[in-house]
């Protein structure tokens, strides 16, 4: 937020006043003062104009850098697993959206849950029309696990990318600045209320 001061001068003051002046004793019935604009000394008075940036003006920055940072990373990065996709996701029932990144392997992970979990479920359909006992689901500790032993490549991946590329630091530094002044904004209006 930028707060600036200057002095302007308001020669048209005494002249406004007198045209309100005359239009309100003139319906009042009296005369019209009369004044010499002339004479009359220029007035200085102070003036703040505070000039920011909106809270959706900082965010859309905040996602501006990120895209271009995620672009970047996955150009850079040789593994297709550990490309990273972000996505805008609005709950049902709400207008609020969120936004969040996962990697190419967490995206199959959870698609590999999705299938199993709709299996079962059919699976159990089935086995209650014809009388059978209760289906049970395959197991997601095989997908965990498969992420936890990813989680290491990945580190690497980034650190080894970040040291390479001035270019990736130079859009990493800029998110983090994006992201630290939409949070600064965001705290100041919280302050506020």
């Given amino acids: 937020?930028?707060?600036?001061?200057?002095?302007?001068?308001?020669?048209?003051?005494?002249?406004?006043?007198?045209?309100?002046?005359?239009?309100?004793?003139?319906y009042a019935g009296a005369a019209a003062p009369t004044i010499e604009t002339s004479k009359t000394p220029l007035q200085t008075l102070e003036e703040v104009e505070i000039r920011g940036t909106r809270l959706w003006k900082l965010r859309a920055d905040v996602i501006k850098a990120e895209d271009r940072l995620v672009a970047t990373y996955n150009e850079l990065n040789k593994d297709d697993d550990l490309d990273i996709e972000c996505l805008d996701f609005t709950p049902t029932g709400t207008h609020v959206s969120y936004r969040y990144c996962r990697s190419v392997l967490q995206r199959r992970a959870q698609e590999d849950d999705s299938w199993r979990l709709m299996g079962y479920l059919r699976g159990m359909d089935a086995q209650e029309g014809a009388g059978g006992g209760v289906a049970t689901a395959a197991p997601s500790a095989q997908?965990?696990?498969?992420l936890l032993e990813r989680q290491d490549d990945y580190l690497k991946n980034l650190r080894k990318l970040l040291q390479d590329s001035p270019e990736l630091r130079s859009l990493a530094t800029e998110h983090d600045d994006a992201r630290r002044r939409y949070n600064t904004a965001l705290e100041m209006r919280k302050q506020r209320q």
């Fill in 1 to 26: 937020m930028e707060v600036t001061m200057r002095r302007r001068s308001h020669g048209r003051l005494p002249i406004l006043g007198l045209a309100i002046a005359s239009v309100c004793t003139r």
């Fill in 143 to 146: 997908t965990r696990d498969r």
